[in-house]
């Protein structure tokens, strides 16, 4: 994790305003990126001390020493050598214990041994070590906007660190940020704003009573990079800067790197149903992730929702339950039984051995074996009339089905 | 009510209604949800205060408990005996300091065993990791768990490297009612303190060679294992439970290239320092490091003394005494310490020895080892990796071409040469340039070496 004295911000009132790196940095960037390319296919230590000296154009030192240390996170390395290292120390060393011959006629007789020339013998003893690696090109090129929006993501993270909590407003994408959050071992509350898609979410690590931990604020830092792919987000964080408590603000259109794009489909089943089902019946919408819903006092987070695209009343709920605890499925029948959804579809696992008196009443299943059947589906959702099903109201106060706490927030806009 | 651990806390559910646990040790209440929360750390004193008011609770389950009859026995050195008694009367909590070589990782086997009870022990490598699961391993005929090294495997016994209990100690606080900390000085200010916090183990040991001198620091150990019980230094044991050894310093010169290019550097560093000085007489070194990076005069400075360290690393005239040295000491085993790594890997193409630094994979260190032990090397070069608790076998001369941490690191490096056999003199050689930081540097490190205090019991 960034080291303190990296972290570059400044404090107005009770705000931490980060240094971003912008456009008025790119000049250096380049800079320090063209020593870069200079530098490919050299060892690694030798840009390493070139980069302990000044660039020739202006640079804010700190900035800089960001922008090289994330530069080298990149580990933009490669190995070449002739006699794999490990090979060639041993031969080596293990020569040299045994004779008392000068360094240079154990190197010969060794690179002899080993069909190689004495320079290749040197070259490939230490080819292995990070200093020795020879610095490559970046798959793809690397520009001066990348890199800046790399080092900002990484302040970002280095200041979400020292955090206890953090709220965000945010509109779609919510439950990859709130699976994030369960995955790292976050308490998650969740409250809708309003109808639509938008929540906001509160979340904190188990020990943000006591103090913040690095733990979860590592956690915590993760989130950021899967802010940008919610269309709209406010992020307000609680961080511990120097022994100062301080507020942390980001908000949609912040310059910061995204993370790879998340997975669409939690499960190779899901991704295939949605493929085929949409081939087999192009007048129906294949929603994934639609609104979440509110079942006696829960949250569920259907995987899909069937929205006929010339009559959207004809809507249909798919949740396929796969391979997972059976504690797990369980809990997520219960709630689908209080939740009394009229139009629920269950794909259910055959591995699982679901009872009938387990599954929701009302509830068409479909079971399945490695696929589900979209034929199926759709011979279910055609045959079958359909009702609208109940959705959340604001303010109602919730647990969520995937285990996560969840109470009533205030809204964000009370 | 029902005591549940919830990842590196306890959550107190439904408790009676005329019970007030606002006095309750460390308990908060948590509206997250709904519930009472205390850190696991406060587990213990937790229950007692509950047991105290007579309250009733559904507790965490206890730890699996590993079976006593697989264990065969550990006999102790009298030394040893003292120190687990001092541990035992201090509750089972505090910090025992031993040299090193004289047998810490033994004395855990024997609190885990006298005590029978569910342990974790926290060691800093990977290295050490199979290390203490040999040892344990040799004594303990049942199952061994192991964090660390891309394994996840547990039991009532259980070894961990510190960053592998880190990541993972809020799923495995609940498990163990002990808690053994290897090299325990990394401990007390830092990220790693939350691993003790994360835990409900109310026994405590942590082992180290080099106690903390920092009071701030030693307080917080107090805090999250306990205090010093027990402490012994390398002249309390050398020459009987250790191997003695000779310390020889030579002091060598600059050639007149390098003394010009210290002088300049040096002075550069020095008008800076000096003009800090003037600032904060009382300031740290952590504080003239961070004013200076905010001027180009200040970096100046940081990157002149960074020139001169480069440059005292590995002097014209530390080469050819090394030289000298190695030829001299041709059948000894011998290990020679750098300040950095880069120093260990000019040595190591220079002389033709084996390198043992942190970028080396694991699997080739233990072949190294190996391959000291058996004679086939007999000359090793490090930086850092043989500093702490490593098993060296049977080395007898060290060579100290340099170093950066200090008392604690120049303890623990004799102490690779510590281990006793029969007949054995050790000889610990320092290279120390004349006229440099080096003299300051290398009179601060040796006191570490002579009796510090006795046993306190």
């Not at chain 1, 800089?64 to 070449?80: C, D, F, M, N, P």
């Not at chain 1, 060393?93 to 154990?106: K, V, W």
């Amino acid at each position: 994790m960034l080291s303190a004295d990296l972290l570059s911000y400044s404090v107005a009132g009770t705000l931490a305003v980060p240094h971003f790196l912008g456009e008025h940095d790119h000049p250096w960037i380049r800079v320090l990126l063209e020593e870069h390319e200079r530098f490919i296919g050299r060892p690694q230590r030798e840009l390493e001390a070139r980069l302990r000296d000044p660039l020739p154009c202006e640079s804010p030192p700190r900035k800089l020493k960001l922008a090289i240390q994330v530069l080298g996170r990149l580990r933009l390395r490669e190995r070449k050598s002739a006699v794999p290292p490990r090979r060639a120390r041993a031969h080596v060393f293990g020569e040299a214990a045994r004779t008392s011959a000068p360094p240079q006629a154990i190197l010969s007789k060794v690179a002899t041994s080993l069909g190689v020339s004495v320079e290749e013998l040197q070259d490939s003893l230490f080819g292995d070590l990070p200093g020795e690696r020879l610095v490559a090109a970046p798959a793809q090129p690397l520009s001066a906007v990348e890199l800046a929006l790399r080092c900002n993501l990484v302040v970002v993270q280095g200041m979400l660190f020292r955090a206890t909590v953090v709220r965000i407003e945010v509109e779609g994408n919510t439950r990859v940020l709130v699976r994030h959050a369960k995955w790292r071992g976050l308490i998650c509350a969740v409250a809708e704003r309003s109808g639509s898609a938008s929540a906001t979410l509160e979340i904190s690590g188990p020990f943000a009573l006591f103090r913040n931990t690095g733990l979860y604020g590592r956690a915590l830092g993760e989130l950021v990079p899967l802010l940008a792919w919610c269309p709209r987000f406010r992020l307000r964080a609680e961080c511990v800067l120097h022994e100062r408590r301080l507020t942390l603000q980001l908000a949609t259109g912040d310059p910061i790197f995204p993370s790879s794009a998340p997975r669409r489909y939690d499960s190779l089943v899901e991704e295939r149903f949605a493929r085929e089902f949409r081939r087999l019946a192009p007048v129906w919408d294949v929603i994934r992730e639609p609104e979440p819903i509110a079942a006696g006092g829960t949250l569920i987070f259907p995987d899909f929702a069937l929205r006929h695209r010339s009559d959207p009343s004809r809507e249909w709920l798919l949740e396929i339950v796969g391979f997972w605890t059976p504690d797990y499925v369980a809990r997520k029948l219960a709630l689908y039984r209080s939740a009394r959804l009229p139009n629920l579809i269950l794909c259910i696992d055959e591995g699982r051995n679901c009872a009938e008196g387990d599954l929701p009443s009302g509830a068409r299943v479909v079971r399945y074996r490695r696929r589900v059947d979209a034929a199926a589906v759709l011979h279910v959702i055609e045959s079958t009339p359909c009702s609208c099903y109940p959705s959340a109201r604001p303010g109602t106060e919730f647990r969520c089905s995937r285990g996560l706490s969840l109470r009533r927030l205030p809204r964000a806009d009370a | 009510m029902k005591l549940r651990f919830d990842r590196g806390t306890i959550v107190l559910t439904d408790p009676p209604k005329e019970l007030d646990l606002v006095g309750a040790p460390g308990v908060r209440w948590d509206p997250r949800v709904h519930a009472h929360r205390a850190p696991a750390s406060q587990y213990p004193a937790l229950k007692r205060w509950l047991l105290h008011r007579g309250s009733r609770f559904q507790d965490i389950p206890p730890p699996a408990r590993p079976t006593h009859e697989l264990w065969s026995d550990v006999d102790l050195r009298p030394y040893q005996e003292a120190a687990l008694s001092a541990w035992e009367l201090g509750h089972r909590r505090g910090v025992v300091a031993l040299p090193t070589g004289s047998g810490k990782t033994r004395l855990a086997l024997a609190a885990m065993h006298r005590t029978r009870l569910s342990t974790l022990c926290l060691v800093p490598t990977r290295v050490l990791l199979d290390q203490w699961l040999r040892e344990i391993g040799a004594l303990y005929q049942g199952p061994v768990g192991c964090y660390g090294d891309g394994v996840r495997r547990w039991a009532p016994l259980t070894i961990a490297t510190f960053e592998s209990a880190y990541r993972h100690m809020d799923q495995l606080g609940d498990r163990f009612d002990l808690v053994i900390v290897d090299e325990v000085h990394h401990f007390g200010g830092g990220l790693r303190d939350e691993t003790l916090e994360m835990t409900i183990a109310d026994a405590r040991l942590g082992l180290t060679a080099t106690p903390s001198r920092d009071p701030g620091v030693a307080a917080r150990l107090t805090e999250l294992v306990g205090a010093t019980v027990f402490e012994l230094a390398v002249a309390d044991l050398a020459g009987g439970f250790l191997a003695s050894f000779d310390a020889i310093t030579l002091y060598l010169d600059l050639v007149p290239e390098e003394r010009t290019a210290y002088t300049s550097l040096a002075a550069l560093f020095r008008s800076a320092h000096a003009d800090f000085r003037q600032m904060v007489p009382n300031g740290s070194w952590a504080d003239f490091t961070h004013y200076s990076a905010r001027t180009p005069e200040g970096r100046r400075a940081l990157s002149a003394w960074r020139q001169m360290r480069r440059l005292l690393a590995f002097t014209y005239a530390k080469r050819r005494t090394l030289e000298s040295l190695l030829g001299r000491h041709r059948h000894s085993r011998v290990l020679i310490f750098t300040a950095d790594n880069e120093t260990a890997y000019a040595i190591a193409r220079e002389h033709l020895v084996m390198p043992l630094t942190c970028d080396i994979s694991r699997p080739e260190r233990d072949d190294v080892l190996e391959r000291f032990r058996r004679g086939d090397l007999r000359t090793l070069v490090s930086a850092r990796v043989l500093n702490e608790g490593l098993d060296v076998p049977d080395a007898d001369v060290a060579v100290v071409v340099g170093g950066a941490l200090g008392e604690r690191e120049h303890v623990q490096r004799v102490g690779r040469l510590l281990r006793p056999s029969e007949g054995k003199r050790a000889v610990v050689y320092e290279l120390v340039t004349r006229n440099t930081i080096e003299v300051g540097q290398a009179r601060r490190r040796r006191q570490g070496l002579v009796v510090r205090r006795s046993a306190q019991l």
